[in-house]
């Protein structure tokens, strides 16, 4: 089932508390973004943060770790009530390391590829991962556009592992998610596509009505 989830990138908790609420019951999934200001030139708010945040009924968190060393950020994933966290291919750890550190907290695991990362990269990794991310921009900041030849990539990567599923994040809004859709991805990251929207709600079930 193809599913859209909300983006929350922000350094306020006041903000990620209201996100949250403008989403509850629209989506079971959401994405916070976590920022090292190293991996990416951009820090967001911290998980400690994220771990005062009562998160709505019904809503499982995902952790978009845009960091050096995101099995240091594991304990407060969990503290934090994370459900999957998603590290990118490019960080220069250990990566099967680090996916078995993730197993032995029970997430569920993802792999994030870089626009300019080759889908291939993650061939050695599939047994081991529930969802890769396709970034569609380059990481750090949100209402960037989308790279068109991502849509290339999610047919590459859905033909190469049919299974696996496949979540697209970067530029994603209601002008292009019907192709996106239609490429082969699975799941929708999308942030300034939805807040920035009047209604969020409506743009919420606009964005669901072209993927249906
Ligand atoms: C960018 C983040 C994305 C971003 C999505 O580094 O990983 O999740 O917040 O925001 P939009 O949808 O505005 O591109």
């Known amino acids: 089932m193809k599913k859209i989830i909300p983006a929350i990138l922000t350094k306020d908790i006041a903000e990620l508390r209201s996100k949250l ?4 019951k629209l989506t079971d999934w959401a994405q916070i973004d976590i920022m090292d200001g190293k991996f990416v030139q951009n820090i967001s708010i911290g998980l400690e943060d994220v771990s005062l945040v009562k998160i709505p009924e019904g809503i499982f968190l995902e952790a978009h770790l845009m960091v050096e060393n995101p099995a240091s950020y594991f304990t407060q994933c969990q503290q934090a009530n994370i459900k999957r966290v998603i590290f990118h291919i490019e960080m220069d750890s250990d990566i099967k390391n680090v996916l078995l550190k993730a197993k032995s907290f029970n997430f569920q695991k993802g792999l994030a590829l870089n626009p300019e990362t080759p889908v291939e990269k993650i061939i050695p990794y599939i047994n081991d991962i529930d969802v890769a991310l396709l970034m569609s921009v380059h990481p750090g900041f949100g209402g960037q556009t989308f790279i068109l030849n991502t849509l290339d990539k ?16 970067g530029g994603v809004n209601i002008d292009n998610i019907k192709a996106i859709s239609d490429a082969g991805a699975d799941y929708f990251i999308v942030g300034s596509g939805l807040f ?17």
């Open 21 to 24: 609420t403008q989403i509850q």
């Open 154 to 169: 999610i047919r590459s990567l859905k033909k190469l592992v049919p299974h696996l599923k496949i979540e697209v994040d």
């Open 196 to 212: 920035e929207a009047e209604d969020s709600k409506k743009q919420f079930e606009n964005l669901q009505m072209k993927i249906k």
